[in-house]
């Protein structure tokens, strides 16, 4: 499903209107009626009494009095709390505040932080036209009021187009923002919508079609998705009913360390439940008895190691040798930081010619030189957390954070790899600027392992014939809906055994 920049809204509202020659008050009429509604589901639910529409200047407002107006038309208490007087209002959003106050809407102009307290302590729903997808820096003055207003309400409150104070494109705080319980956006969802902490704030999304074009709402120019279910299983490996575990891939896993087989056996484990045929550990030799015992699904491969019980530059030959003979590669978790074990990672990265997924250790072997991942002569995904990423990029934590798709984007085009950037609202990036938001999963995700449970995956995806973007957005997918399955219950103490008893369940039927 695509998303749009408020750049981007904004092109498609004015071609709508200019080269379709759809006016813009109906765009503001089919908006208000979507708003409307919702607002009329959710008074079914909610005690009797008015609507409070609290509304700005601009064509945010304008739809919050078609909400009023239409909502008075059908009976409904409704009243107007707005922010400026109803002389500074222009264009659409005049002719709509006019019509609303011909039907005997009662509107509460230049409402102050008093009045709005006080109408709003009535209300059995609130309506938020305060602010749009357009502001930005911090909100002040009468719309920070009525945010702070909106917010100390017991009524929930729905949302016109995104939550006021949301940044439409990173999702950040704009000084406050309102806590909505519903936003109904209008064609297309907002990419700041699915970013943290604006997600939280807009509560349940509903994308309403107002009529614009198609040929603009599915434009090539819009270049980021929000991963759906449909999506996730169409990239998926295809699984006949004839094939056998040579046709499922073979995946090798190049991981562990002392202290750190947990990270190799989860990895592992986590391939075999994502459907890969065969999967094979390289790991430290002193370590192979540990492995055989806790991964018996998995073929082990003992390597030389360094005294320190890591894998050791003296694995580089028959590790690559041995990697002829899979699909993909997964490298890194729980490999150590040993500068010998790092190096290793590094001469691997330019040998083998299989398609890689590095995670952990495996990307902070490439800390401060990640211009070497272009001469990877196959297809490589990336899987940092944020610190990883910070290391990577040579940014800081908090700059990449606060625009996490174009932090990943600009990476990926930088060396030439897939970008996974964990956290919530995991965002998937191509060298060619396509970026995948993922919407899946939950805080139970908080815990040791889990990405090394993600890794195996997407390994599994890679073994399977699938293109590295595709197999590291279904990952992504699968691995949060399996958090969701797996913490149906709680989140608290849902550890990655619990993910690998439920993998299974959660991929679609062939």
């Known amino acids: 499903m695509k998303l749009a920049y408020a750049a981007q809204m904004r092109e498609m509202d004015r071609r709508t209107i200019e080269e379709w020659g759809l006016p813009g008050a109906v765009l503001m009429e089919n908006a208000g009626r979507a708003v409307v509604s919702v607002c009329e589901e959710l008074?079914?639910?909610?005690?009797?009494?008015?609507?409070?529409?609290?509304?700005?200047?601009?064509?945010?407002?304008?739809?919050?009095?078609?909400?009023?107006?239409?909502?008075?038309?059908?009976?409904?208490?409704?009243?107007?709390?707005?922010?400026?007087?109803?002389?500074?209002?222009?264009?659409?959003?005049?002719?709509?505040?006019?019509?609303?106050?011909?039907?005997?809407?009662?509107?509460?102009?230049?409402?102050?932080?008093?009045?709005?307290?006080?109408?709003?302590?009535?209300?059995?729903?609130?309506?938020?036209?305060?602010?749009?997808?357009?502001?930005?820096?911090?909100?002040?003055?009468?719309?920070?009021?009525?945010?702070?207003?909106?917010?100390?309400?017991?009524?929930?409150?729905?949302?016109?187009?995104?939550?006021?104070?949301?940044?439409?494109?990173?999702?950040?705080?704009?000084?406050?923002?309102?806590?909505?319980?519903?936003?109904?956006?209008?064609?297309?969802?907002?990419?700041?919508?699915?970013?943290?902490?604006?997600?939280?704030?807009?509560?349940?999304?509903?994308?309403?079609?107002?009529?614009?074009?198609?040929?603009?709402t599915d434009a090539p120019g819009l270049r980021t998705h929000l991963t759906t279910g449909a999506d996730a299983a169409a990239m998926l490996p295809p699984r006949a009913p004839s094939m056998h575990k040579g046709d499922a891939g073979r995946l090798l896993v190049i991981a562990g360390s002392v202290g750190m087989t947990g990270a190799a056996a989860l990895s592992a484990l986590a391939a075999g439940r994502a459907g890969a045929g065969l999967v094979y550990i390289a790991c430290p030799e002193s370590l192979n008895d540990i492995l055989e015992v806790k991964c018996t699904e998995a073929l082990t491969r003992p390597m030389p190691e360094t005294d320190e019980r890591s894998l050791a530059l003296a694995g580089e030959e028959p590790i690559a040798e041995f990697a002829k003979q899979v699909d993909a590669v997964v490298v890194g978790p729980g490999l150590s930081q040993h500068p010998e074990t790092q190096e290793l990672v590094r001469r691997l990265a330019r040998r083998i010619e299989r398609p890689m997924l590095l995670d952990a250790d495996g990307l902070n072997a490439f800390a401060g030189r990640a211009d070497d991942l272009r001469e990877r002569p196959a297809p490589t995904v990336l899987t940092p957390h944020p610190g990883e990423f910070a290391r990577l990029s040579g940014h800081e934590v908090a700059q990449s954070q606060a625009d996490r798709p174009s932090?990943?984007?600009?990476?990926?085009?930088?060396?030439?790899?897939?970008?996974?950037?964990?956290?919530?609202?995991?965002?998937?990036?191509?060298?060619?600027?396509?970026?995948?938001?993922?919407?899946?999963?939950?805080?139970?995700?908080?815990?040791?392992?889990?990405?090394d449970v993600l890794s195996g995956m997407i390994g599994a995806f890679l073994a399977g014939g699938s293109g590295a973007l595709h197999a590291a957005v279904a990952g992504a997918y699968y691995h949060g809906l399996a958090a969701e399955v797996a913490g149906a219950d709680g989140v608290r103490g849902l550890v990655p055994p619990k993910l690998l008893e439920v993998l299974p369940g959660v991929f679609p039927e062939d």
Request: charged share 20%.
């Open 407 to 451: 932090a990943a984007r600009e990476l990926a085009a930088g060396i030439g790899c897939i970008v996974l950037l964990k956290g919530a609202g995991t965002v998937i990036a191509d060298p060619g600027g396509e970026a995948w938001i993922n919407p899946t999963g939950s805080s139970g995700l908080a815990s040791g392992g889990s990405g």
């Open 43 to 216: 008074l079914q639910h909610l005690p009797p009494g008015p609507v409070m529409v609290v509304a700005g200047k601009g064509n945010n407002g304008g739809d919050g009095f078609v909400v009023a107006r239409w909502l008075r038309s059908a009976g409904r208490e409704v009243e107007v709390c707005l922010l400026p007087r109803l002389d500074e209002l222009t264009g659409d959003a005049a002719i709509n505040a006019r019509f609303a106050e011909r039907l005997r809407v009662p509107i509460h102009e230049e409402a102050t932080r008093a009045v709005l307290a006080e109408r709003l302590a009535r209300a059995a729903l609130i309506v938020d036209g305060v602010l749009g997808t357009g502001i930005s820096g911090e909100v002040r003055g009468s719309a920070r009021e009525a945010i702070e207003a909106m917010n100390a309400a017991a009524a929930p409150v729905v949302a016109i187009d995104i939550a006021s104070g949301v940044d439409a494109d990173t999702g950040a705080i704009l000084g406050d923002a309102v806590r909505a319980h519903s936003t109904v956006t209008f064609a297309l969802a907002k990419v700041g919508m699915y970013q943290h902490p604006g997600r939280e704030r807009c509560g349940e999304i509903i994308i309403a079609p107002i009529c614009m074009p198609a040929e603009l």
